[in-house]
T-cell receptor, first 115, second 115 residues
Framework: KAGVTQTPRYLIKTRGQQVTLSCSPISGHRSVSWYQQTPGQGLQFLFEYFSETQRNKGNFPGRFSGRQFSNSRSEMNVSTLELGDSALYLC??????????????FGEGSRLTVL | QQQVKQSPQSLIVQKGGISIINCAYENTAFDYFPWYQQFPGKGPALLIAIRPDVSEKKEGRFTISFNKSAKQFSLHIMDSQPGDSATYFCAASKGPLDSSYKLIFGSGTRLLVRP
């Protein structure tokens, strides 16, 4: 069974640009979560989607947005990039229909560098 | 109340030794406590998890000890091996009555097991 697939794996952007990251969950998984990982802040929750509905969003500015498609694939977008947005963006999927109980399956992440 | 505090930040252990990583939380609504293991260039992967109704859970060389009254839990890696060298994250999530749909992660512990 294929794992969580994230694209692109690496990307470099400049301040003010926008970026779109893509995530394909494990087949049959309907919950998709996004986390930002940085050396200083660790792993921080961005948002969670289930059946195309955003069920929760973390404490990030409105520049961070996401969506989920009917096939459970998800995208996140960051507009007006800032240097501080440089991070590893991790997508995770979960089989459960209700609150994920911690059994998240993570992808390898998209490493974003903002210059 | 949303934090999970993890220590130590880094840990060096000789092969065959015991690695111990500690986490503490404040929010008594947390009822699921997983540990994730992350190798360089990879996403975190679930290692072992525990619920507050048990004080200990063991899977192979990995054991979680849980102290509900002290609001602390720890990961013990017995007979540590160089292949265990990775970053370990504790985490917590709330029960199904909560609609947060997210994990709160500790800051991570970088473990190095020397041959």
């Amino acid at each position: 069974k294929a794992g969580v697939t994230q694209t692109p794996r690496y990307l470099i952007k400049t301040r003010g640009q926008q970026v779109t990251l893509s995530c394909s969950p494990i087949s049959g998984h309907r919950s998709v979560s996004w986390y930002q990982q940085t050396p200083g802040q660790g792993l921080q929750f961005l948002f969670e989607y289930f059946s195309e509905t955003q069920r929760n969003k973390g404490n990030f500015p409105g520049r961070f947005s996401g969506r989920q498609f009917s096939n459970s694939r998800s995208e996140m977008n960051v507009s007006t990039l800032e240097l501080g947005d440089s991070a590893l963006y991790l997508c995770a999927s979960s089989l459960e229909a209700a609150v994920p109980t911690g059994e998240l399956f993570f992808g390898e992440g998209s490493r974003l560098t903002v210059l | 109340q949303q934090q999970v505090k993890q220590s130590p930040q880094s840990l060096i252990v000789q092969k065959g030794g015991i690695s111990i990583i500690n986490c503490a939380y404040e929010n008594t609504a947390f009822d699921y406590f997983p540990w994730y293991q992350q190798f360089p260039g990879k996403g975190p992967a679930l290692l072992i998890a525990i619920r507050p109704d048990v004080s200990e859970k063991k899977e192979g060389r990995f054991t979680i000890s849980f102290n509900k009254s002290a609001k602390q839990f720890s990961l013990h890696i017995m007979d540590s091996q160089p292949g265990d060298s990775a970053t370990y994250f504790c985490a917590a999530s709330k029960g199904p009555l909560d609609s947060s749909y997210k994990l709160i992660f500790g800051s991570g512990t970088r473990l190095l097991v020397r041959p």
